[in-house]
Nanobody, 125 residues
């Protein structure tokens, strides 16, 4: 079992930055791919970014809508994954969820075994 707790959300203006954190506890963080998804009101949960487990040079992937603005990273020693969000836009407004799965990452939310409770990000124009 892996427990995930997100933090770092908030209300910001367009163009601002935020950094989300997801702290994992419980079963080993090792060997799990980590991802961020988001869900806006009335919309389906969508893939944002993912990072594989790796001792070095972890592979990352991003949704086209955030590529070049968001950066996912992980600190395996601290069992924490981060999402640095720059140049935020109003359309980035959503609840952001951290997710984990054993093995390689996936862009499909139903492939993930473990989820955090979510953190709200609101970007005003």
């Amino acid at each position: 079992q892996v427990q995930l707790v997100e933090s770092g959300g908030g209300l910001v203006q367009a163009g601002d930055s935020l950094r989300l954190s997801c702290a994992a506890s419980g079963r080993t963080f090792r060997g799990h791919a980590m991802a961020w998804f988001r869900q806006a009101p009335g919309k389906e949960r969508e893939f944002v970014a993912a990072i594989n487990w790796s001792g070095s040079g972890a592979y990352t992937d991003y949704a086209d809508s955030v590529k070049g603005r968001f950066t996912i990273s992980r600190d395996n020693a601290q069992s924490t994954v981060y999402l640095q969000m720059n140049s935020l836009k109003p359309e980035d407004t959503a609840v952001y969820y951290c997710a984990a799965k054993p093995g390689p990452y996936s862009k499909y939310y139903n492939h993930y075994n473990y989820w955090g409770q979510g953190t709200q990000v609101t970007v005003s124009s």
